[in-house]
């Protein structure tokens, strides 16, 4: 089937503007997972899914990074006024249901490069 | 908080030799998983292998297998008869055993191992 994909693979904004990535996971998946990329700071954690509730977001760095899930499938990542800092690898994965496949393993897309100007 | 550290940032084989990639970890959990990921230039993050912890047997799949040393907080991953398609960054990664049968799973990634393979 499907793998989880991400859109747009690559986006170059200007500083100051607002971006959001999309991720779509592999169906049926009912966890949703982001985590970010970068040089300096390695993979970091930014917020949890299950379902279209976010019970940890506990990664976000800043007010200015929030993100949705809506139908239980397509989530989104909004980063508003954009910060040179932001610049980073944007992962998405999601994790199927007990029962439906390897438990607690998480099965990545091929990342949003974002670049701020 | 639960920590993942590699300790080779760089490493290198030649084809069809064997390769061991370390990894440890800290954490106060008795029950946990511990991940191999592999993310070649593509940017894709492969899952390579995947173990419970409270499964004292070592987890293999095909040329990969890892050795679990749970009271030294060790996860090396072996990988054997290396391929030129197995160059890429090698991460470790933990994540905590969830509670109540929900699935979560928050993965705490290590810095990372770039594998180089010669020819």
């Not at chain 1, 899930?69 to 944007?90: K, N």
């Not at chain 2, 293999?60 to 030129?84: G, H, P, Y």
Request: aromatic residues 12%; neutral net charge; hydrophobic residues 30%.
């Amino acid at each position: 089937g499907a793998g989880v994909s991400q859109s747009p693979s690559n986006k170059v904004t200007e500083k100051g503007k607002d971006v959001e990535l999309r991720c779509d996971p592999i169906s049926g998946h009912t966890a949703l997972y982001w985590y970010r990329q970068s040089l300096g700071q390695g993979l970091e954690f930014l917020i949890y899914f299950q379902g279209n509730s976010a019970p940890d977001k506990s990664g976000l760095p800043s007010d200015r990074f929030s993100a949705e899930r809506t139908g239980g499938s397509v989530s989104t990542l909004t980063i508003q006024r954009t910060q040179q800092e932001d610049s980073a690898v944007y992962l998405c994965a999601s994790s199927p249901p007990p029962g439906f496949g390897p438990r607690d393993t998480q099965y990545f897309g091929p990342g949003t490069r974002l670049t701020v100007l | 908080a639960q920590t993942v550290t590699q300790s080779q940032p760089e490493m290198s084989v030649q084809e069809a030799e064997t390769v061991t990639l370390s990894c440890t970890y800290d954490t106060s959990e008795s029950d946990y998983y511990l991940f191999w990921y592999k993310q070649p230039p593509s940017r894709q993050m492969i899952l390579v292998i995947r173990q419970e912890a409270y499964k004292q047997q070592n987890a293999t799949e095909n040329r990969f297998s890892v050795n679990f040393q749970k009271a030294a907080k060790s996860f090396s991953l072996k990988i054997s008869d290396s391929q030129l398609g197995d160059a890429a960054m090698y991460f470790c990664a933990y994540s905590p055993k969830n509670a109540g049968g929900t699935s979560y799973g928050k993965l705490t990634f290590g810095q990372g191992t770039i594998l180089t393979v010669h020819p």
